[in-house]
């Protein structure tokens, strides 16, 4: 089944006078359960293509489905809606709120839910990536493997269906990356959710179903 | 301190609470402006009720109270004997008190002296004079009442000699006159004056002083107006509109700290927005709607205004205890339902400030797009 589906999509920035186009036309789809990276030079548009599927950023022109269901005219108030049940984000800078602890960064993304079972969920969460420990830990007590894993049991809170990866080892040494990287692969294999990660890092590939390379706001796998 | 209930109930006031107590030194200074505003609009208005309630005081008495005064048509200036006996008969069951009032020098020892002293001439003083010391004598023949305030200008005690206009009589009681009333009372019959200055009428229990006033001035101003009789509430509603007015003109200075304080709330905000962009990018990236983002920073800033207008209150009727025990010598006076008021208008200027500097950084920063925040 596919969990994402992209057509034709192209992205325009409008800088003062001039137009530059980022993404030239993309089709691109993935199933569920598929793990896949894309590689590309910096400034190829690996980051704008992410957002779009993302919902955090609107395509030009073309169109993107998630799960079956066409998500680019959607108002704000619904793309952040859908964004908040299917998508789990990932970035390079980790980006955990530093006055929450570890686990109250993991239940952020719920924190308006009423279900009881989050907070247990969350402590499974990060007991699951290897820090059952450190649930009451600030970031600032954490190293950068363990604040990325918390930023993927985050992530994963409300079990989304597709998860995003900007540059998720960027920060890391390697032996750390492969730790993140094995967890992402259980992730897929397990819990059959789509990830895709942004990389420079040829390392990820390893990891991945497939990998595609974008150049110059072109795919070409 | 524990907040665990309130954190759990109301996601938006921890994330608010946590981020406030981030930058501890910022937001006590930002609240600390909410604080100085509160203070100055809720001390000022508790000044003007601390004056309201002296003043007050004073007219009190007057209030109950109707003083007839010859009219345009009076003959010479003066009540006649006939004047008296028709307010008399207008009135039945009032007390109707003729003074005969006259202006002379007056002294006491060699060092004071008045050039000009109100003297009345009065029948029955114990009719509407109270003793603060001595006593008021109900047959009235010789020796003269003070008024607290001459006394205290001439220096005079009960038993002592004050010379009124070359004669010299000792003095019997101090009196309170009521408002500020500074007379010399003496024997009618001492006075050497046709006629009558003035009539004062003790209202019958069935009538208020403004009834007996109407009253009195149907029945004698038939014809011609013989008589004037100001209504007793007119001084006191005077009063109470000046001080309305005073009231709402300190309140208005005070709520000038309080812009400058919003100001400063607008400016912290407006910071920590600018700071917190990525993280606020984040929080919209998993799923927070922007109401969620407006409603974490409206907490912000309401926080701020409510920890400022409580500690500002509380602030307020300290210093409030302080004046009205050094000024009036009634501290309790801070606690007047007048004072309620003032402190809930000010407590309420304090938060409806917070928020309403805090709403422009909030609808800012949650109106900014997730990937322009995330980008930074
Ligand atoms: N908001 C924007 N306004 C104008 N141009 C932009 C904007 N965002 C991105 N671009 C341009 O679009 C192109 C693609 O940017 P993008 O961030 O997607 O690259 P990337 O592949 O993620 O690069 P990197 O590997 O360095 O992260 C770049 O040339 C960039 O300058
Ligand atoms: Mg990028």
Redesign the interface.
């Known amino acids: 089944m596919t969990a994402i589906e992209v057509t034709n999509v192209t992205k325009e920035y409008q800088t003062g006078e001039e137009t530059f186009l980022a993404l030239k036309g993309i089709d691109f789809s993935l199933a569920r359960g598929e793990f896949v990276s894309i590689m590309g030079p910096s400034g190829s548009g690996k980051s704008t293509f992410l957002n779009i599927i993302g919902l955090l950023d609107q395509p030009t022109t073309g169109s993107v489905s998630l799960d079956g269901q066409d998500v680019t005219e959607l108002t704000d108030r619904r793309r952040t809606t859908v964004r908040k049940q299917t998508i789990g984000f990932i970035f390079q800078d980790f980006f955990l709120i530093p006055t929450l602890s570890a686990k109250e960064n993991v239940e952020l993304p719920a924190i308006y839910e009423i279900d009881e079972t989050i907070r247990s969920r969350a402590t499974m969460l990060l007991e699951r990536v290897g820090l059952g420990n450190r649930l009451k830990h600030h970031p600032d007590q954490l190293s950068g493997g363990q604040k990325q894993r918390v930023a993927i049991a985050r992530s994963l809170i409300n079990s989304p269906r597709i998860l995003l990866a900007d540059e998720p080892t960027g920060n890391l040494d390697s032996e750390t990356s492969e730790q993140v990287l094995d967890e992402f692969t259980r992730i897929a294999r397990d819990e059959n959710v789509a990830i895709i990660a942004v990389t420079h890092d040829p390392q990820v590939t390893e990891y991945t179903d497939r990998t595609i390379e974008l150049r110059d706001g072109r795919l070409t796998s | 301190m524990n907040f665990g209930f309130l954190d759990e109930r109301f996601?938006s006031f921890k994330?608010a609470r946590?981020?406030l107590?981030?930058t501890p030194l910022r937001s006590g200074l930002a609240a600390l402006g909410i604080v100085i505003g509160v203070v100055a609009i809720a001390s000022l208005g508790m000044f003007a009720t601390s004056l309201q309630v002296n003043a007050e005081d004073v007219t009190s008495e007057t209030n109950s109270q109707v003083s007839v005064n010859p009219g345009p048509a009076a003959r010479d200036g003066r009540l006649s004997e006939r004047d008296v006996q028709d307010v008399g008969r207008a009135v039945p069951g009032a007390t109707v008190i003729p003074q005969k009032q006259i202006q002379v020098p007056v002294s006491a020892g060699r060092d004071n002296s008045l050039e000009r002293a109100s003297v009345v001439g009065v029948e029955r003083p114990d009719a509407y004079l109270e003793a603060s010391e001595g006593q008021v004598p109900a047959s009235f023949q010789s020796g003269v009442l003070v008024d607290s305030l001459i006394a205290e200008t001439l220096e005079v005690e009960v038993g002592e000699r004050v010379e009124i206009d070359g004669r010299s009589t000792r003095v019997r009681a101090v009196v309170d006159g009521g408002g500020f009333s500074a007379n010399l009372y003496v024997p009618i019959q001492t006075v050497e004056a046709d006629g009558y200055s003035s009539v004062i009428v003790i209202p019958p229990e069935t009538q208020t002083a403004n009834e007996t006033a109407t009253t009195i001035r149907e029945r004698l101003n038939v014809r011609e107006e013989r008589v004037q009789v100001p209504n007793p509430d007119l001084l006191s509603g005077l009063i109470s509109g000046f001080f309305d007015i005073l009231r709402g003109f300190l309140t208005a200075i005070g709520s000038i700290s309080l812009i400058v304080a919003g100001v400063s709330i607008l400016n912290v905000m407006l910071m920590s927005t600018i700071e917190r962009r990525?993280?606020i990018?984040?929080?919209?990236?998993?799923?927070?709607?922007?109401r969620?983002i407006l409603k974490i920073l409206l907490s912000e800033s309401m926080l701020l205004g409510v920890i400022g207008g409580l500690v500002g209150a509380v602030v307020s009727i300290v210093v409030s205890l302080g004046v009205n025990y050094y000024l009036v010598d009634d501290a309790m006076l801070t606690f007047h339902p007048r004072n309620l008021g003032v402190l809930v208008i000010a407590f309420v200027f304090g938060i409806v400030t917070s928020i309403g500097s805090g709403l422009y950084p909030a609808w800012k920063a949650a109106n900014e797009?997730?990937?322009e925040a995330?980008r930074s």
């Open positions: 996601p994330l946590r981020n107590t981030r990525q993280e990018g984040v929080l919209r990236a998993v799923g927070f709607q922007r969620d797009q997730p990937v995330l």
